[in-house]
């Protein structure tokens, strides 16, 4: 048990250190692929709802 927590701890020391994938617009990014959306996107998505169905 000691063990498990022993490694656990080292491991989360370790996430910490570095992030675990680098965002490509910058450090303080929090929206990610979000990043990705446009207008035009937004327009291309919406023309392909044909009913309000939800399921």
């Known amino acids: 048990?000691?063990?498990a927590f022993a490694?656990?701890?080292?491991f989360a020391?370790?996430?910490q250190s570095?992030?675990?994938y680098p965002s490509k617009f910058g450090a303080?990014?929090?929206l990610g692929a979000a990043n990705y959306l446009t207008?035009?996107?937004?327009?291309?998505a919406a023309k392909l709802v044909k009913?309000?169905?939800?399921?």
Not at 39 to 44: E, K, M, T
Not at 51 to 55: C, H, L, P, R, S
């Open 1 to 3: 048990m000691v063990g």
């Open 7 to 10: 490694l656990a701890t080292a």
């Open 13 to 15: 020391a370790s996430a």
């Open 18 to 20: 570095a992030p675990w």
């Open 28 to 30: 303080k990014d929090e």
């Open 39 to 44: 207008p035009a996107i937004a327009l291309q």
């Open 51 to 55: 009913t309000g169905k939800v399921y």
